[in-house]
């Protein structure tokens, strides 16, 4: 990043074409899991985050949010690192974003799914009488089902 004055005396930074910008990389992943990855051209390693956070917050939600936040560091730290020359610079492919974005909610609505089915199971299950833990048996015993 260079800083340019204007004869005014303001003085911004300039991003250059080849680029990236550390804070978009964090909102990207705050919004995403690994999405600030795929903003620095590292699809991979984005769909690596992804999977590794929706599989943490689906088994236990420690682990999920470490990684999630994990991947908000290193999306920041990746950006930096290709600023400064010491990591190969990647363009940003907009098709991999949007290939991501829809991957991403397609997975976060399946594990939203199973976590709502898991916990109506388990509320059915309380529901039953002792030793009857079947379903269709418990319906046809109440006569709502022939």
Known sequence: ????????G??????HENEKNPQIAVFCSSLIPG???????ETLKGFVF???TLLGLFLI?????IMWIYSMYDAHITAGKMNEGTLEF????????VLFV????????AV??????????????????????????????????P
């Not at 990043?1 to 005014?8: A, E, K, L, Q, V």
């Not at 999405?35 to 051209?41: A, I, R």
């Not at 363009?91 to 974003?97: K, S």
């Open 1 to 8: 990043m260079d800083s340019s004055c204007t004869p005014t």
């Open 10 to 15: 303001s003085c911004s930074e300039i991003l």
């Open 35 to 41: 999405l600030g990855q795929v903003y620095n051209g």
């Open 50 to 52: 992804l999977f590794g």
């Open 61 to 65: 939600l420690i682990p999920g949010l």
């Open 90 to 97: 990647r363009p940003l492919h907009p098709a991999y974003i």
């Open 102 to 109: 829809v991957v991403a909610v397609f997975l976060i609505i």
């Open 112 to 145: 939203l799914v199973a976590i709502t089915l898991i916990i109506i199971s388990i509320m059915l299950s309380q529901l039953s009488p002792p030793g009857n833990a079947d379903f269709l048996q418990m319906l046809k015993m109440s006569g709502q089902f």
